[in-house]
Nanobody
Framework: QVQLVESGGGLVHVGGSLRLSCAAS????????MGWYRQAPGKQRDLVAT???????VYADSVKGRFAISRDNAKNTVYLQMNSLKPEDTAVYYC?????????????????WGQGTQVTVSS
């Protein structure tokens, strides 16, 4: 099994910055795509950004130019640098990882989620 642990959320004023981190732990696994999603109260969970193991990134239109996703494959960690934050960025941010774990000669791919971290942008 793989666990994802997030950190870095908090309260920030409009225009401020935050950096989220998500570290994966476990054994005998390989992380494929990692990403960040967010869910505001009363709304569905939406994609923020994803990054492949090779570094290819995808961003939601609403965060392009303000947010940057990166990863450290050696540390099994993904980051989300959030700049020029707006009140509409307020949400619970969830880390996601597509993971292949190995049991002997067999590989199994599953989708894992972190517990979520609150980001609040005050005006």
């Amino acid at each position: 099994q793989v666990q994802l642990v997030e950190s870095g959320g908090g309260l920030v004023h409009v225009g401020g910055s935050l950096r989220l981190s998500c570290a994966a732990s476990g054994s005998n696994f390989r992380i494929n795509t990692m990403g960040w999603y967010r869910q505001a109260p009363g709304k569905q969970r939406d994609l923020v950004a994803t990054i492949t193991s090779g570094g290819r990134t995808v961003y939601a239109d609403s965060v392009k130019g303000r947010f940057a996703i990166s990863r450290d494959n050696a540390k099994n960690t993904v980051y989300l640098q959030m700049n020029s934050l707006k009140p509409e960025d307020t949400a619970v941010y969830y880390c996601n990882a597509d993971v292949t774990y190995y049991n002997g000669p067999y590989g199994f791919t599953n989708d894992y989620w972190g517990q979520g971290t609150q980001v609040t942008v005050s005006s």
